[in-house]
């Protein structure tokens, strides 16, 4: 519970002055349906400053998720634009070693923070298309900060990479097959990412193949009878 408590210290530091939070989770699937992951939370200057005045270190009560984080999963502690904070990452097979992941960081008090700004994430996968789908959780209060405050005490960031064809959401530009959803903490937010499947272009292959072969020796025949 002592952990806990200083989590909660940094948590307040974050969310209730003026320190800044970020944070992020880089998600790859493969079309086997294996993939990667990683989770980032980063703390400002002032978080820092903050979390030494109270007997800790650099990164605060983030120190104590490091600590929990269960056996498979690699840590970083790292800095990005004067921030400063800790990086978990690991890999599956499949999505159901995807999910067992996510339940095992959840049934800890202080590994489950690494999760608190999503509220449900979900893949599946058929022959037609892969699914990325789920929300975020409203982590601020509404009624006592601003959209403006906000931003300046945190910022989120889903990043979703896939195989195939991205089909959802519809945008006129996408860069390396990769989606970006920007969580504000003020709101609950769904995200949907929707792709195809090689299953799909190989049977456009296999159709466009045998409809080409079929017009050729159409051809032939007609030609042969002339």
């Not at 904070?85 to 095992?104: A, C, W, Y």
């Not at 999503?118 to 601020?140: M, T, W």
């Not at 009624?143 to 959802?168: F, R």
Request: aromatic share 10%; charged share 25%.
């Amino acid at each position: 519970m002592k952990k806990y408590k200083n989590i909660l210290i940094i948590f307040l530091c974050m969310f209730f002055s003026s320190c800044e939070a970020e944070w992020i989770m880089d998600l790859e699937l493969n079309e086997d349906e294996s993939g990667k992951y990683s989770i980032s939370i980063l703390l400002d200057q002032e978080a820092q400053i903050f979390a030494i005045e109270t007997g800790q270190t650099e990164i605060g009560g983030l120190e104590s998720i490091i600590q929990s984080l269960p056996e498979g999963f690699g840590s970083t502690v790292y800095e990005k634009d004067k921030m400063f904070g800790i990086m978990i990452r690991n890999s599956f097979t499949s999505i159901d070693e995807f999910e067992k992941q996510l339940d095992i960081l959840l049934s800890d008090e202080n590994t489950a923070l690494l999760l608190l700004p999503i509220e449900e994430i979900k893949l599946e996968k058929n022959e037609k298309e892969f699914k990325v789908y789920g929300g975020f959780s409203a982590l601020l209060n509404t009624e006592n900060i601003t959209p403006e405050a906000a931003e300046n005490l945190y910022s989120g960031k889903l990043i979703v990479k896939t195989p195939g064809k991205i089909t959802k959401p519809k945008l006129d530009e996408i860069n390396n097959n990769t989606i970006i959803f920007n969580h504000s903490g003020l709101l609950e937010q769904s995200f949907e990412v929707e792709s195809t499947t090689s299953n799909i272009n190989i049977t456009r292959i296999l159709i466009f193949s045998i409809l080409a072969v079929a017009i050729y020796f159409f051809g032939r025949q007609v030609i042969n009878k002339k």
